[in-house]
């Protein structure tokens, strides 16, 4: 175990840390900012689906579901045009590494081995 994941273990076993992944859209080629999160007891709930947030022009962080499906967790009737383009623009990205998502969500695999894992598949620029 290294530095890093001992440090994170102790702080784990004090107290629930609310982790968020940023996946920057120039490294990850996308048309927005990506934010992932791990389960936490505090999302571990029937109604909180794995989800990642795209950083919108006027929604502020919009949840998509992660799945082979993805799709919004909110109404996007309301949205305007560049918000939608947005969302949609990602939605192709979440589908295609929707297993790492899901990985890192349950806390499978580091932060760190995620970003790995997606430049292996060409998808992130470290």
């Given at each position: 175990?290294?530095?890093?994941?001992?440090?994170?273990?102790?702080?784990?076993?004090?107290?629930?840390l609310f982790e968020m992944a940023n996946i920057d859209k120039d490294a990850a080629n996308l048309p927005a900012d990506l934010?992932?999160?791990?389960?936490?007891?505090?999302?571990?709930?029937?109604?909180?689906?794995?989800?990642?947030?795209?950083?919108?022009?006027?929604?502020?962080?919009?949840?998509?579901?992660?799945?082979?499906?993805?799709?919004?967790?909110?109404?996007?009737?309301?949205?305007?045009?560049e918000d939608l383009r947005l969302i949609n623009g990602v939605i192709p990205y979440i589908k295609r590494n929707t297993d790492?998502?899901?990985?890192?969500?349950?806390?499978?695999?580091?932060?760190?081995?995620?970003?790995?894992?997606?430049?292996?598949?060409?998808?992130?620029?470290?």
């Amino acid at each position: 175990m290294n530095l890093y994941e001992e440090v994170t273990n102790n702080l784990v076993e004090q107290e629930e840390l609310f982790e968020m992944a940023n996946i920057d859209k120039d490294a990850a080629n996308l048309p927005a900012d990506l934010w992932t999160e791990a389960k936490s007891k505090y999302r571990d709930k029937p109604d909180h689906k794995p989800r990642v947030k795209v950083e919108t022009k006027n929604a502020g962080r919009f949840p998509i579901e992660i799945s082979d499906d993805p799709k919004p967790l909110l109404s996007t009737k309301n949205l305007n045009k560049e918000d939608l383009r947005l969302i949609n623009g990602v939605i192709p990205y979440i589908k295609r590494n929707t297993d790492l998502f899901l990985k890192l969500y349950n806390g499978e695999i580091t932060e760190g081995k995620f970003f790995i894992e997606l430049s292996k598949r060409n998808d992130y620029d470290i």
